[in-house]
């Protein structure tokens, strides 16, 4: 199995940028599909990006699409979400998840899908 450990959370006005790392250990980290979530006070946890093992392939959430941006980097066995032109409803816990299948054969988009996951970090923005 592989274990996860997000960084990069914290308090940013609207507007601002934050970037998210996600460091995995155990088992080899290009044999994952990886993907983060998130979850807002009161709601329901959200698919918001994922990256296909060699890092060729993304898909993103509508509400992110265009300002945050997933990649990976395999060699440093981790995967980053680079977040732009932040919201206020963008607050929530981030959390990076992982799945050995390739992202192309299972339902990556959704919450119960994965087998890893990170603890979370928060991010909040700022009106």
């Known amino acids: 199995q592989v274990q996860l450990v997000e960084s990069g959370g914290g308090l940013v006005q609207a507007g601002g940028s934050l970037r998210l790392s996600c460091a995995a250990s155990g088992r080899t980290f290009s044999d994952y599909t990886m993907a983060w979530f998130r979850q807002a006070p009161g709601k329901e946890r959200e698919f918001v990006a994922t990256v296909s093992r060699r890092g060729d392939g993304t898909n993103y959430a509508d509400s992110v699409k265009g300002r945050f941006t997933i990649s990976r980097d395999n060699a440093k066995n981790t995967v980053y979400l680079e977040m732009n032109s932040l919201k206020p409803e963008d607050t929530a816990v981030y959390s990076c998840?992982?799945?050995?299948?390739?992202?192309?054969?299972?339902?990556?988009?959704?919450?119960?899908?994965?087998?890893?996951w990170g603890q979370g970090t928060q991010v909040t923005v700022s009106s």
């Open positions: 998840a992982g799945d050995p299948r390739d992202m192309y054969f299972f339902n990556y988009r959704g919450k119960t899908a994965y087998p890893y």
